[in-house]
């Protein structure tokens, strides 16, 4: 089955710095990409997905970008602010299975 | 904005006993699924329900679990007899038709603590 890596597992930048978390993924079958974002105490919330057929994918500071030969797939957050600290996860899914497997995690803090 | 409410938000109970976690998705979904996360750990998959029916489930999904849509509005996971590693968060969430399988709503969870 899918086996989704993810790091780093904790993350700290300055504020007005640029986050990076990278993913791999393992099912060459795999085809959409979420990205959620978990704030203590809530339910985790899609903030950006990217499908197999495009490689990269932008939304105000937020950016996704997927190498499917390499099976790598990243979060980039420009610009930082405090209201960006919280846990984020990547997951992929395929056509093939109504379910999404999820990273571990990385908790990003924003250094004031 | 439409939300997926789960209750109880947080529910104690004694190890061996039954317990039913009860989800409202958003009214025009019909996809649905459970996962949990251990604390600190990641999210898990435990269940997807589509049609009245189980369309996917994890090895987590024993026999000691079930999933049911008793009318238009609820999902519920019932865990029939509590083990102490069955304490976790437990997220419900859905999906519209139209929805990639990963553009999923989640609520805001169930807290189980099984002591």
């Known amino acids: 089955g899918e086996n989704v890596e993810q790091h780093p597992s904790t993350l700290s930048v300055q504020e007005g710095d640029s986050a990076v978390i990278k993913c791999t993924y393992s099912?060459?079958?795999?085809?959409?990409f979420p990205w959620y974002k978990q704030e203590l105490g809530k339910g985790p919330q899609l903030i950006i997905d990217?499908?197999?057929?495009?490689g990269e994918k932008k939304d105000q500071r937020i950016a996704v970008t997927l190498n499917k030969t390499a099976k790598h797939f990243s979060l980039h957050i420009t610009e930082t602010q405090p209201e960006d600290s919280a846990v984020y996860f990547c997951?992929?899914?395929?056509?093939?299975?109504?379910?999404?497997?999820f990273g571990k995690g990385t908790r990003l803090h924003i250094l004031p | 904005e439409p939300e997926v409410t789960q209750t109880p938000s947080h529910q104690v109970t004694q190890m061996g006993q039954e317990v039913i976690l009860r989800c409202v998705p958003i009214?025009?979904?019909?996809?649905f699924y459970w996962y949990r996360q251990i604390l600190g750990q990641k999210v898990e998959f435990l269940v997807s329900?589509?049609?009245?029916?189980?369309?996917?489930k994890s090895e987590i999904f024993d026999d000691q679990f079930s999933v049911e849509r008793p009318d238009g509005s609820n999902f519920t996971l019932k865990i029939r007899s509590t083990k102490l590693e069955d304490s976790a968060m437990y997220f419900c969430?859905?999906?519209?038709?139209?929805?990639?399988?990963?553009?999923?709503?989640f609520g805001e969870g169930s807290r189980l603590t099984v002591l």
């Open positions: 969430a859905s999906r519209n038709v139209w929805g990639a399988i990963g553009e999923l709503f």
């Open positions: 099912d060459s079958a795999s085809n959409y």
């Open positions: 990217i499908r197999s057929n495009v």
């Open positions: 997951a992929a899914s395929t056509n093939r299975d109504d379910k999404i497997i």
């Open positions: 009214s025009n979904h019909l996809y």
């Open positions: 329900f589509y049609n009245n029916e189980i369309s996917e």
